[in-house]
């Protein structure tokens, strides 16, 4: 039998964590290639190398192009891609998992089917955003008031602080300039958080459409985990880019955003998080990707699991004649 052709992929014990990545990197009307092991980003400008495998997302734009060699680096790398829509206000699909196993998925499966369990998730988000209160006793109905409170008063908080007037979120994802520049930061800004909450979520074998208090939508995980960083990282930094009026309100988000995120370890914070929300107290401080060599197995009911890659038409699992 031939060997199979192309480079061997890397294991996954010599990838960069996802915590220790770069955040997001948009483009758009450029070619993506390859070079050896970077990515390379060119345009009339010229040609800029991209270190595949410390990049968290690849957010694609309108006008660019993308070559096969590019995405394989990527998908080797476990590097998400993400193709988005002009401003990346619009998300169409996106790449790999950096996980081997599909633990973390499991738990949140299973929490998220149980309306106890469920509803002991999303107290223990709000936990998260009401440090000094107690949400023990809250219903969902009386959690959302909350924060529908405290997003407001963010709002108004920030609204004194830089001097930008502020009557409300308002805008049209199908007309990005028909909103105020304070509501077109505000959506860059996010757009670009859930870029990087996505590629979080999707690297650590998560579903992105599991939500807890977002529900029926193919990126309702994502919006739960967002919410935790709003009032302290895209409130404030779109509000602070509206008071210096900046040209390009879009750009101008995305970049600033991406500093912010270095310089606070956002990648790191996410990952603690997302953990903490779905696993037991006992394994939050483990590892988050699990790097060992896991064999797929098969579920055979009451027998419990066995390795796959066996022809059980004939034979004995877990002391059963089949």
Known sequence: ?????????????SLVRVQDRLT???AEHCIVNRSDNAITISDQRGTVHVPAATLSVLMLGPGSNVTHAAISLLAESRSTCIWVGERGVRYYCHGASLASSTHLLEE????????????????????????????????MQQLLGKEGTRVRRAYERESRRTGVQW??????????????LINQALSAVNT?????VHAVIVSLGC??????????????????????????????????????GVEDVSAAARKALRDRMTDGKFLQRCVRDVRYLLLPDSEVAEEDVQVEDITTQIWAGAAGYSDA????????????EF
């Open 1 to 13: 039998m031939s060997k199979i052709p192309g480079v061997k992929p890397p294991e996954l014990k």
């Open 24 to 26: 997001f990197l948009y």
């Open 108 to 139: 949140q499966a299973k929490l998220v089917s149980s309306e106890r369990s469920r509803l002991k998730v999303a107290r223990k988000m709000y936990e998260m955003r009401f440090p000094n209160e107690e949400t023990a006793g809250l219903t």
């Open 167 to 180: 009557s409300g979120r308002s805008y049209k994802m199908t007309d990005f300039d028909e909103a105020d």
């Open 192 to 196: 670009s958080l859930y870029g990087v």
């Open 207 to 244: 579903s992105p459409g599991l939500g807890f208090v977002h529900a029926r939508n193919e990126r309702s995980f994502v919006y739960d985990i967002a919410d935790l960083y709003k009032a302290d990282i895209t409130i404030p930094l779109a509000f602070d880019l509206a008071a210096l």
């Open 309 to 320: 890659g066996h022809n059980f038409g004939k034979g004995v699992v877990d002391g059963e």
